[in-house]
Each structure stands twice: as structure tokens, then as C-alpha cells.
């Protein structure tokens, strides 16, 4: 076998570590790109230096399996300033990555290895997203239990490969393959099916958002309260009542909005006071909190407004009507509502 190799040329030479070539800085640096979450971030980076992402958990100095979806939650301040001093990203840019703390950290999806199909993943996707993406990639609010379909292109998410079954399991990719392949059958996560989902539980879920962001700039303990009615719509739902939302799989935790979305809203309201029970269902009913407000404005218009002028401008800044209704309602505003 020796004397083979030597006929074909082949020669073994020791080189250096990645580690002591790129010292100073990484040859390749990447943009986050909108709504990116950290670990989705790290495994392109990892690519574009052509480091395997599982290899790339000893560049960090990490390892384990599920290294960079730890990170999401909790990213250590050694690891932190190494990748800003590797990349020359700013430190808020690479914190605004992570999912750790806020009133929406119970609904974030566990960080569960296996992928039994009546269970949860730690990671749900969208096909339409990846396929329509440059570089795929994966979002922040794939990672809570209560999204279950994509507001662009009004599909389902999905939470595994349909050909093996895995969950997403980039983390783990020995090889240089691009995140959007399956770790372990390689099959294109752009490729799969899109998921139906009826459009009354899809306005349910974004009032479901919407309510809980309202209501985390109005009081933090409101927002506890939306929050824990959300992990137990699948008693409400009377879909597997023994589980709380974030153990579902993305498929069971759609049946659950169906069924309530085909139900009134009396889980979301009860034993509340009238004030805030009344917003609730304002939004509910509106299938959102920006068509609530835009059903706001075309009642204000039709009832005060210039009859030349039935219609706020088309250029009107949605954007800077939100911010200013947000800052209004901080506690201490002395605008809250009643």
C-alpha cells in the first residue's frame, strides 16, 4: 500500500492549526441577516471559513452536541468577545442573535436531541423562506412554540426532515454542507411540502403575538399571564391536555389552534378584569393588532375625517405610529390606557 502511494504522488504533510493561522481574525466575516438566530448565524460562518459547524464548536472553544443551540439561550461572555474580535461584528449585533430572558422565553421550544414525532424539536422552519432565501437561513421566532406557520407565505412550519424524520441538526454537520440540507440524509429542507393551515388559526396565532407584545410594553405581569394561557391551549384545545404547548410537535400544536380558532376566545379571557379582557377580545376579533388599529383609523376617518380624504396617505409611516403608540403605553407614560 506504501509503495502504491508513492507511485501516485500522494504526500502527507503536517500543517498548521486553524487556530494559529487566522489568530488576529477570521478570513471570511458575515452579516447577520434579518431576524437571524445565533446559531443559524455561527453554522454559515463556520461554512464561509470552511470549517464544519461540529468542528467549529472546538474553534469556539466548545463541545457536546447541541453547542450552538446553547448559545441561543445563553451566550457566554468568553465566547462573545471572541467571535466580535474574530469578526468585527458589535457586540449588540451578535446579542440581538440570542433568545435569552424576556417575557417570551417559556414559549421557547426545549433544546430536546431526539425527534419523536408526537414531540417537539428545538427548531421549526419554513420551506419558502429557505427557497427564497440567497443564503438560508433560520429565524428567532421558529424557535417559540407559538408559532406554527410562516406570516410571508402563509404556510405551515415544519419541525423535521420528511425523509429520516431528524430534526434540524446542523449543529452537528461533520461535513461542509449548507445548514438548508439534513444532517443526517441530506435531503433539501427547501424541497419539502408546504403544510396547510386554515386561515382562522393563522389569525389566531398572530393576534396570539400580538397580544403578548402589547401587552410586555404595557405590564410584564399581563404578559405572564398571556403567556401561560398559551402553553395550556392544548387542555383548551382538548388536544394531548396532558402536555403543555412547547412539548407538541409543530403538526399537533396546529390542530390546537384550529380547534380553539373554531371556539370563542373564553381561555385567553377568563377571570380577567373588564378593561383588559375587552383588549384582548378587540384584538382576537380583528385577526391582529395592526388590523385592529387599521380598522382604528378607517372609522376615524369615516366618521371625522375630510370627505376628500377617506384614507390615511398612502406614505403614512405604520412603522412610527407603532413606536409612538409603544412609548405611550410604558408604565410611567402617564398615557396608559384605561
Known amino acids: 500500500m506504501r509503495g502504491d502511494a508513492s507511485r501516485a504522488g500522494f504526500a502527507i504533510e503536517i500543517r498548521e492549526r486553524y487556530g494559529d493561522v487566522a489568530r488576529d481574525r477570521w478570513p471570511v466575516a458575515i452579516d447577520p441577516l434579518p431576524g437571524e438566530l445565533l446559531s443559524s448565524w455561527l453554522h454559515r460562518l463556520a461554512l464561509a471559513n470552511g470549517i464544519a459547524p461540529r468542528s467549529f464548536a472546538g474553534v469556539l472553544g466548545l463541545g457536546g452536541r447541541m453547542w450552538s443551540p446553547r448559545l441561543d439561550l445563553r451566550l457566554p461572555h468568553t465566547v462573545a468577545t471572541l467571535l466580535c474580535h474574530q469578526t468585527g461584528l458589535p457586540p449588540d449585533d451578535i446579542s440581538a442573535m440570542t433568545m435569552s430572558g424576556g417575557a417570551m422565553a417559556p414559549l421557547l421550544l426545549p433544546l430536546r436531541d431526539s425527534a419523536h414525532r408526537n ?6 422552519y419554513c420551506p419558502e423562506c429557505l427557497a427564497a432565501d440567497d443564503a438560508p437561513y433560520f429565524r428567532r421566532p421558529w424557535r417559540l412554540a407559538s408559532r406554527v406557520s410562516c406570516f410571508a407565505h402563509g404556510c405551515g412550519l415544519r419541525d423535521r426532515c420528511p425523509a429520516c424524520h431528524a430534526g434540524v441538526a446542523a449543529f452537528d454537520q461533520g461535513e461542509l454542507v449548507p445548514q438548508h ?33 402589547v401587552e410586555a410594553a404595557r405590564a410584564p405581569a399581563k404578559t405572564n399571564d398571556a403567556v401561560s394561557r398559551v402553553l395550556s391551549m392544548p387542555v383548551a384545545a382538548e388536544v394531548r391536555s396532558g402536555r403543555t404547548l412547547t412539548n407538541l410537535s409543530t403538526a399537533a400544536r396546529i390542530r390546537c389552534f384550529e380547534a380553539l380558532a373554531a371556539k370563542p376566545p373564553d381561555w385567553l379571557l377568563n377571570n380577567m378584569d373588564a378593561a383588559g379582557a375587552y383588549r384582548r377580545w378587540m384584538i382576537v376579533a380583528a385577526g391582529g393588532h395592526e388590523a385592529l388599529i387599521s380598522r382604528f383609523a378607517d372609522f376615524l376617518d369615516a366618521h371625522q375625517g375630510s370627505r376628500r380624504r377617506k384614507r390615511p396617505p398612502p406614505a403614512a409611516d405604520r412603522t412610527a405610529l407603532f413606536a409612538a403608540y409603544f412609548r405611550i403605553m410604558q408604565p410611567g407614560s402617564g398615557h396608559r390606557g384605561r
Do not use: G, H, N, Y
Open 119 to 124: 414531540r417537539s424539536t428545538w427548531m421549526q
Open 181 to 213: 440540507f439534513c444532517a443526517w440524509c441530506r435531503f433539501d429542507l427547501r424541497a419539502v411540502p408546504k403544510a396547510s393551515v386554515k386561515a382562522a388559526a393563522r389569525r389566531l396565532e398572530r393576534a396570539i403575538v400580538d397580544i403578548c407584545r
